[in-house]
């Protein structure tokens, strides 16, 4: 009978021991019985001590069964946990290992990390006057929590430093530096709105009630003396002595050779100077005498400098019916003693503030999303304020109010670090044709093409421009001719291509600086030029010109000559 018993738990222990997935609740419960002390009789511990030993015998000979050993870790579970998935089995006396062992990624992530000034892409003057950054996950950090006010933030080309004005509840503004790694805050000068230069120089504008006007002082970023100066160090803002002159805004070119800031009585302009001769010049639109003004200067990171463009105030201080964004040219001054402008980008009916309550920055390389955040983008773009909200505005399209959650932002600034970089090496220059006409022969409508290169991808409007610009000195001397020249300069105003037409957009004022265009052979030879420095691309096969919107306008310029 013994023999029998022996044989059949034999072979069911083998035939089930590979499938034993024991419950550690089960288990739980069976130590607990076995463990629990019994008070049994004298014959019956005699019998079951014989089965016993009789079954250990056996079972010491069974090959290769499996040995389960109680784990406390699992077994000591509270009662009203839920089982856990049976974790995969060991090799023959091994202990059962937790799963979050054997598979790492089982455990939650831990939480985000909280973002850090050094995270921030973008930076704006909440209406508390505090700064408040942006990360490029749309995270919002808080740079500055003053009672104070702090205003006109810019980082330096490394994007390692925030310089700010701090205006407090009494007393003289300030100049701050912030390390936005954490190293602290540093002050620099009495002054306001500073700028930084690619070289590393400091600017400030500093009041000067004994000049009657405020002055603008220069430094180097890396001095321990931030008051120390280059030469005189200092000159004044406006181009004329005056009271009640204000100034703001203050920028520096790319070459850190020339500077930019707003100034003026009532309202505000836009001012330059060279630093080697430090005399300010207003750089005034054509349309100045309509009220127009440029203000709030940023320099790009292709080298250029654009400003936003107010137009048209009755009277000085009125606020501007519309705004444009606009690239000036300082060293193209006409004859009118006004500056040559490009229009970029129309502003909405919606931006309105004086000039002196808007603010432009550079936003080269980056672009927002749809979550509130930045990403890595090719072109130019900019961030615009009007006290009221936060504009996105990309060249060659429409601008976009961003939700930021901050009202009346007073001012921004972008990281060039967090900027520029993503996007990558400049693109190379793509070489294009400009047509001019033939300075001999009898053909009205003779070209030639000169070449330049264009550093941007734009290139008919590259091209464009470049012909109203007129030919250079040397290819006038190789047999370039033109009307066009100084007189024109800045005078596209758009440029779009759609189903393979071209239509661009040119100034009226035209009309005025190249009045002779009627005649019958300046007429052939002014088409001629437009027409074969916009069709020389494969994507145009023809061009539509207009004044200020107008087809019509500017055939009856032409004397009435079809464009066809």
Sequence with gaps: MASDFEQRLRAALRAQAGEVE???????????????????GAVAVTGITAIVTALVVTLTGLPDLPRVRFDDRVAEQPSGAGSPSPAPPGPPGTDVAPTDELDPSSKEPGPAPEPTPADAVAVVVSDEGNLVGFTTSGARVVLTDTADTDTAPVFTP?????????RPLDGPSVIYELDVSGGGLVERAEGTSPAVSAAGDLGWIVDAPREAQPQIQLSSLASDDAGSTYGDGMFGVFDES??????????????????????????????????????????????????ARLAASAVGADGAVYALHGCCAVDDGDVPTRYKVKRVDPTAVREDQTVATT??????????????????????????????????????????TDNTAVWWVPDGGE???LDLGVQQPEAVAVNPAAA???????????????????????DCGGVEPVTRQSPTTGVLRFALEALLAGPTA?????????????????????????????????????????PDASTACASASVLAQLQATAEQFGAVDRSVFALDGSEQAFTDWLGGRAQD
């Excluded at 419960?29 to 019994?38: K, L, N, Q, S, W």
């Excluded at 005056?242 to 930019?260: C, I, K, N, P, W």
């Excluded at 836009?270 to 005399?279: C, I, S, V």
């Excluded at 002196?356 to 999303?369: K, R, S």
Aim: negative net charge.
């Design 22 to 40: 024991p419950d550690p609740r089960t288990w739980r419960r069976v130590r607990d019985r076995i463990e629990r002390p019994r008070v049994l």
């Design 158 to 166: 490394d994007g390692a430093r925030l310089l700010f004005e701090r």
């Design 242 to 291: 005056a009271e009640r002159v204000t100034a703001a805004q203050l920028s520096f070119d790319r070459a850190g050779e020339r500077v930019f800031w707003d100034a003026g009585l009532d309202g505000r302009r836009l001012f330059t100077a060279e630093l080697n001769d430090p005399q300010p010049r207003p750089l005034d639109p054509a349309d100045r005498d309509d009220g």
């Design 343 to 384: 229009p970029l980008v129309d502003l909405p009916s919606e931006f309105r503030a004086p000039v002196e309550g808007v603010d432009l920055a550079m936003a080269h390389g980056l672009e927002p999303t749809a979550g509130g955040g930045w990403r890595a983008a090719d072109g130019l773009g900019w961030l615009a």
């Design 399 to 401: 601008a976009v109010r």
């Design 420 to 442: 520029t970089p993503t996007v990558g090496a400049a693109p190379s220059p793509v070489p294009v044709r400009v047509f001019f006409a033939t300075a001999a022969g009898e």
């Design 474 to 514: 040397e290819e006038r001397e190789a047999g370039a001719d033109s009307l066009f020249g100084d007189a024109t300069l800045g005078a596209v105003h758009s440029v779009t291509i759609e189903d393979g037409t071209a239509r661009i957009d040119l100034s009226a004022e035209l009309r005025e600086r190249l």
